[in-house]
């Protein structure tokens, strides 16, 4: 099976100090350390995967400046037997429907059977899944947590409101947004990351996909990003200031008169 | 029949004595050989291991291990045993292979045993011959009534062992009670014959079961004599070819096992002891994955495991329920081998180990704190294996993800808790952390000649910063010019190692021993043990590092730490303290006096010590990485090492190791002792005892109060 991840680059929040920027709206980026969005990674494990049982080819690509080489580099050492990155210029400041159309473009170059993305992007918006699908044409499953492939078609097990399940049918080629947890994925050390340090990854530009001025980047971008805060605090919301230990006595406290400990 | 002659003469069954027995001894050896060579072929097939330096060291440890048994004492019943056991085999030797070739030359007596030296050497076999047949007595009723818990095989490790040990038991008694009843009955028909014959030794078995035939006829003695060396032949031969097959196997190999044994305390192999550092990118695979990845030593480890359950019986992973025994890690090696190189049929390329012997959770249950090591009487080695495991695992992409977010950020940020590098350095400008202005950073722009190596969790955790100010304020008391790596300092790698990530490990070690040598220091000293270790044996071309013990211990002998009487603090006079050994001070630095020496040089503090203490130190849970990891366990470790230190008697546990406090500090809390027992690091204790130098006593003596209060809220 031809299986393509999209993947994306972003800032890791369990090793930053999110802050804001002195415009107000970005984050400060200057010490970040970036790696691959974690439901992604959950993609690519699940692709490879399908590829152990059924075998196939796994292809990673990713929209992004040439930073982005880092994590496909990592996808490569994981396993996936491509790395592709889209960059142009133009495609900067692209919004979400603007990445799905570049990812169009990469896909109708190739043939692929499954296009698996993340749930979501740390920082996105839960949308270029849905809108590659309806651009190309194919169905599309979301929060997807199991995969078994039959003939012709998958079924998919989807989380739904209250933890529960359900299992689709869903014919090939089709679009999956992978929930985190419906694997575990493997560990990429420092060894698989030099052994992929000197392969080449291609990059392709606006020309060689055939993007056209306007239909990506910040000109064709619809949505755009105005204001970036952390939420103020509301009335019914109390910040502990005490030691841990007195902290964690008030909070033993507050949870036993709501009758949260019985 | 005239008289009574070697078993050579007796002709049965139309075979004469001497063509029978030397069929026999023929055939036996050859079958000895034949099964030798085949459980060579594994080894033959293993990783290389260069173990052939430094012979005079070698032989000095077979004198202390081999022949001096040095390690058996530490279980008091069953060590005499072996003890006895042992020296009886060394000494039946000669007489072994005196009887056997006996069989074939009537007139054979052992070269530098002819002469007066060797009625003698009889008589003490005779003894010898008697102590191990009692030996093996005790040894039955042992396994059979009183049945020592350590000899249990739990179901998911197997059946017992106790039926093939009783059998070998009961083969060896045999052999005892046969070359004896030869003696005997050649005695007594020498006797019968009146001719001149040497005593056999009063009271020996020999002499009881020759007092027992005495009178018997001389046709039975005959026969009986004749019986009695077939026996002899029989289950010699029979032992010496299924000793391979079993624990036994240890009576031939423990002599190479302890001579080949690892020299180098604290270090963990390389990769692959053929391929430097800078070449590991050409090695096609990492780790142990097969056995015949194990490298030779490590399998022939594996033969020579005598099945004692020593090491698991002091396996901290193995007591809390983990899903680890050392024991049964070299036991399922070990038939996984045999059943893979067998004796007969052809040898076939085994499976990976991972799934079919071993489960991951067993191998990442391990926290390497070396106890199994300790004990082992035949310095079977552990760590190494394990960690082969796990690079393995590790090359596998197999990482349970509890470790993979630490790892990760061990890689990017250098600490496993992602936290920016330009923060590890803040804990030393808190205006606390000195009252002389702040801990500088050493450049090798500064005056500072001694680095405090912090490492991360003393650098980022609010708890264990703690130690580092104590640590600042007692180096400046001290009149030292110190100083820190800050922001260039990494992880010291320590468990990174040791839990298999090989590579990621060398880069920090890399970071870091560079940023040392900028620093143009002369010396460095650490309060984290890990780090110690790690700097000490895992780095190269450094001023040497001591641990912050050490240097406190020689400055109160020099003169230069003078501590206030305990009795000065009202809460310390109720207080009796137990201090907790690190493993990596401990048992793999063998720094055990240090530490106690400087509580000892407090005045008027009251210390007892654990009954599992030193050597025996029992494993808080582990450091660095196994912090991270989430074992299937029954209880803490930390609550059992705290529940000892109730029981001896003490309430305030002293460690020097933040990640020893880190868990004792929790499992205080979960075993319910919060407020009865309290932990503290010997810094701390240290900090708030001494005499400071400073003409402001008043001052002084404020710092202290405000310290005491803060450890003390903090501590417990």
């Not at chain 2, 061990?410 to 400008?429: C, F, I, T």
């Given at each position: 099976m031809e299986i393509m991840v999209c993947a994306?680059?972003?800032?890791?929040?369990?090793?930053?100090?999110?802050?804001?920027?002195?415009?107000?709206?970005?984050?400060?980026?200057?010490?970040?350390?970036?790696?691959?969005?974690?439901?992604?990674?959950?993609?690519?494990?699940?692709?490879?995967?399908?590829?152990?049982?059924?075998?196939?080819?796994?292809?990673?690509?990713?929209?992004?400046?040439?930073?982005?080489?880092?994590?496909?580099?990592?996808?490569?050492?994981?396993?996936?037997?491509?790395?592709?990155?889209?960059?142009?210029?133009?495609?900067?400041?692209?919004?979400?429907?603007?990445?799905?159309?570049?990812?169009?473009?990469?896909?109708?170059?190739?043939?692929?059977?499954?296009?698996?993305?993340?749930?979501?992007?740390?920082?996105?918006?839960?949308?270029?899944?849905?809108?590659?699908?309806?651009?190309?044409?194919?169905?599309?499953?979301?929060?997807?947590?199991?995969?078994?492939?039959?003939?012709?078609?998958?079924?998919?097990?989807?989380?739904?409101?209250g933890g529960n399940r359900e299992i689709n049918e869903i014919d090939l080629p089709c679009v999956l947004s992978i929930q985190t947890g419906i694997n575990e994925p493997r560990y990429v050390g420092m060894r698989g990351i030099r052994q992929v340090a000197s392969v080449t990854i291609p990059t392709l530009g606006a020309s060689d996909l055939g993007v056209s001025q306007g239909s990506a980047g910040k000109s064709a971008a619809k949505v755009k990003r105005v204001d970036y805060f952390v939420p103020g605090l509301s009335k019914c919301a109390e910040i502990l200031k005490g030691s841990r230990e007195d902290n964690a006595q008030k909070i033993l406290e507050l949870v036993e008169a709501k009758g949260g400990l019985n | 029949m005239l008289g009574i002659y070697s078993p050579h003469n007796v002709v049965d069954w139309l075979v004469p004595g001497r063509n029978l027995f030397l069929t026999l001894h023929i055939l036996g050896i050859a079958c000895f050989f034949y099964i030798v060579s085949m459980r060579i072929v594994p080894l033959l097939r293993a990783q290389r291991d260069p173990r052939f330096d430094r012979p005079l060291e070698r032989l000095g440890r077979v004198l202390k291990f081999w022949l001096g048994q040095w390690k058996h004492p530490r279980y008091r019943l069953a060590g005499t045993l072996h003890i006895l056991i042992f020296a009886g085999f060394i000494l039946l030797a000669a007489r072994a292979f005196t009887v056997l070739i006996l069989g074939v030359n009537e007139n054979f007596v052992m070269p530098g045993l002819s002469g007066r030296i060797g009625p003698i050497y009889e008589r003490l076999t005779d003894y010898a011959a008697t102590v191990v047949f009692l030996c093996m007595v005790v040894a039955v009723v042992r396994r059979l009534v009183f049945k020592p818990a350590r000899y249990a095989v739990p179901a998911k490790y197997g059946k017992a062992h106790t039926a093939d040990a009783i059998f070998l038991l009961g083969l060896i008694a045999l052999l005892m009670v046969a070359d004896s009843l030869f003696s005997a009955t050649r005695f007594a028909g020498h006797v019968h014959n009146g001719e001149i014959a040497e005593t056999l030794a009063i009271y020996s078995l020999p002499w009881m079961l020759a007092t027992l035939v005495g009178s018997t006829s001389l046709a039975m003695l005959w026969f009986l004599n004749v019986t009695a060396y077939l026996v002899h032949e029989v289950a010699f031969y029979f032992l010496l070819c299924y000793r391979p097959f079993g624990i036994q196997f240890h009576v031939e190999t423990s002599l190479f096992s302890i001579y080949f044994s690892k020299l180098n305390r604290g270090t963990i192999k390389p990769v692959r002891w053929d391929v430097p550092d800078e070449h590991l990118d050409q090695v096609k695979s990492f780790g142990v994955k097969t056995c015949e990845d194990f490298t030779w030593k490590h399998i022939l480890d594996f033969y020579s495991c005598a099945d004692c359950?020593?090491?698991?019986?002091?396996?901290?992973?193995?007591?809390?329920?983990?899903?680890?025994?050392?024991?049964?890690?070299?036991?399922?090696?070990?038939?996984?081998?045999?059943?893979?190189?067998?004796?007969?049929?052809?040898?076939?390329?085994?499976?990976?180990?991972?799934?079919?012997?071993?489960?991951?959770?067993?191998?990442?249950?391990?926290?390497?704190?070396?106890?199994?090591?300790?004990?082992?009487?035949?310095?079977?080695?552990?760590?190494?294996?394990?960690?082969?495991?796990?690079?393995?695992?590790?090359?596998?992409?197999?990482?349970?993800?509890?470790?993979?977010?630490?790892?990760?950020?061990?890689?990017?940020?250098?600490?496993?808790?992602?936290?920016?590098?330009?923060?590890?350095?803040?804990?030393?400008?808190?205006?606390?952390?000195?009252?002389?202005?702040?801990?500088?950073?050493c450049d090798g722009k500064n005056q500072a000649d001694t680095l405090y190596f912090v490492d991360s969790i003393t650098s980022y955790d609010d708890r264990m910063q703690s130690i580092g100010r104590a640590t600042a304020r007692i180096l400046s008391n001290l009149g030292m010019k110190f100083g820190i790596l800050g922001a260039a300092e990494k992880d010291s790698g320590h468990e990174v190692r040791r839990f298999g990530e090989e590579l990621l490990f060398q880069a920090l070690r890399d970071q870091n021993t560079d940023a040392i040598k900028a620093s143009g220091v002369q010396r460095i000293v650490t309060t984290d043990p890990h780090a110690y270790n790690a700097l000490k044996h895992d780095y190269k071309d450094i001023p040497p590092v001591e641990h912050i013990s050490q240097l406190l211990v020689r400055e109160a002998r020099a003169g230069n730490l003078h501590f206030n009487s305990v009795e000065q603090w009202l809460e310390d006079r109720s207080r009796v303290y137990t201090y907790h050994d690190p493993c990596y001070l401990g048992r793999h630095n063998q720094v055990y006096d240090d530490p106690r020496d400087v509580l000892d040089s407090i005045p008027g503090l009251h210390r007892v010590e654990m009954q599992r203490s030193r050597d025996r130190s029992f494993c808080c849970g582990g450091g660095g990485l196994a912090l991270f990891y989430e074992p299937k366990e029954?209880?803490?470790?930390?609550?059992?090492?705290?529940?000892?230190?109730?029981?001896?008697?003490?309430?305030?546990?002293?460690?020097?190791?933040?990640?020893?406090?880190?868990?004792?500090?929790?499992?205080?809390?979960?075993?319910?002792?919060?407020?009865?027992?309290?932990?503290?690091?010997?810094?701390?204790?240290?900090?708030?005892?001494?005499?400071?130098?400073?003409?402001d006593k008043a001052a002084q003596k404020l710092a202290e109060k405000t310290q005491e209060l803060e450890t003390v809220t903090s501590g417990g």
């Open positions: 994306r680059r972003v800032p890791d929040t369990s090793e930053n100090e999110i802050e804001l920027s002195a415009a107000g709206n970005d984050i400060e980026r200057d010490e970040l350390v970036y790696s691959v969005n974690e439901a992604d990674n959950y993609a690519v494990e699940e692709a490879l995967q399908i590829r152990g049982r059924i075998g196939g080819n796994v292809t990673v690509v990713t929209v992004d400046n040439e930073e982005g080489e880092e994590i496909l580099r990592r996808q490569l050492a994981m396993g996936a037997n491509q790395a592709v990155l889209l960059s142009d210029e133009s495609f900067e400041g692209s919004d979400g429907k603007g990445i799905a159309t570049i990812l169009k473009a990469f896909v109708d170059k190739g043939h692929y059977d499954l296009i698996l993305t993340g749930v979501q992007a740390d920082d996105g918006a839960a949308q270029v899944g849905g809108m590659l699908a309806a651009m190309l044409d194919y169905p599309f499953a979301s929060l997807v947590n199991s995969i078994t492939v039959e003939d012709g078609k998958l079924k998919v097990s989807r989380e739904i409101e | 359950g020593r090491c698991a019986d002091n396996c901290p992973a193995n007591s809390v329920g983990r899903p680890l025994a050392p024991r049964f890690l070299t036991i399922k090696a070990r038939d996984w081998v045999f059943q893979h190189y067998p004796v007969f049929g052809k040898a076939n390329n085994s499976k990976p180990l991972i799934g079919n012997i071993y489960s991951e959770d067993e191998i990442w249950s391990c926290t390497t704190c070396g106890a199994c090591e300790e004990e082992c009487p035949l310095l079977v080695e552990y760590i190494d294996k394990i960690v082969d495991l796990r690079r393995g695992m590790i090359d596998d992409g197999n990482v349970p993800q509890s470790l993979q977010k630490p790892l990760k950020a061990l890689e990017s940020r250098g600490n496993p808790y992602g936290k920016m590098e330009k923060k590890r350095g803040d804990w030393a400008k808190s205006p606390e952390a000195l009252k002389h202005g702040t801990i500088p950073v029954e209880q803490r470790m930390g609550v059992v090492r705290v529940r000892m230190a109730a029981e001896a008697g003490a309430n305030v546990i002293v460690t020097a190791c933040p990640f020893c406090m880190v868990n004792i500090e929790d499992a205080i809390k979960v075993a319910g002792l919060d407020g009865k027992m309290s932990v503290m690091d010997l810094t701390e204790l240290v900090d708030q005892h001494m005499v400071r130098g400073s003409s």
